[in-house]
């Protein structure tokens, strides 16, 4: 699993690209990765992951992995990861919501996170 950085380079999910998931830091499923949507696990569109990184609806920076490019906000220092959480129980996918069309970029980090 890859860790998911937030705007102070704290880690604050993980990234089970195997799975398309991201899960929480204690092993929890947060939300799933389907194309460039992402949804929670009530099946609600909460955002876009493109470039190793996601947007919420409002177009805003939530999380970053390492290796992401184009986020057009300063990356900060990234923290240490904490230990990952053993393996998550992967679920089935729930129904999902039709995504909106995409916001504008923003050159902003969101300051609320979705799940």
Do not use: C
């Not at 990184?53 to 057009?72: E, I, Y």
């Amino acid at each position: 699993m890859e860790p998911l950085y937030d705007r102070l380079g704290r880690v604050r999910a993980w990234l089970h690209a195997e799975h398309a998931r991201i899960i929480s830091l204690q092993g929890s499923h947060l939300a799933s990765i389907d194309g460039h949507s992402v949804y929670d696990s009530n099946g609600q569109h909460i955002g876009w992951w493109k470039h190793g990184h996601m947007r919420n609806t409002r177009g805003a920076v939530v999380v970053w992995a390492s290796d992401a490019f184009g986020l057009g906000v300063i990356r900060p220092p990234q923290m240490p990861p904490p230990a990952e959480p053993k393996a998550p129980v992967v679920e089935g996918f729930q129904a999902r919501a039709t995504p909106p069309a995409h916001p504008a970029r923003s050159a902003s980090w969101a300051v609320e996170f979705p799940f």
